[in-house]
């Protein structure tokens, strides 16, 4: 019995195939670069942190001023990332 495969199961094959070698290129260029860009993002939160150890006094903050602050500047930093995603 011979197996006989049609020009559509091929081209499927091949199209499948093409977009699994294509995938891999874009995600080997592209997981690096978010990776990178997340830990940034998570460095610039961490900051936030250490810098209302000397801001506060020297701004004369008091707490509910620099939470406020720091809420702004999280809410800030999600709308933009969440807006990046959807681009």
Known sequence: MKSTIDASSWRLAEATAINRVLFRKIAL??????????????????????????????????ESQYGFAAGIFLLATRCSRSQAIYC
């Open 29 to 62: 260029r592209v997981i690096p670069l978010i990776f990178v860009a997340y830990i940034f993002a998570f460095l610039d939160r961490v900051n936030i942190g250490y810098a209302k150890l000397q801001m506060l006094p020297d701004l004369g903050l008091t």
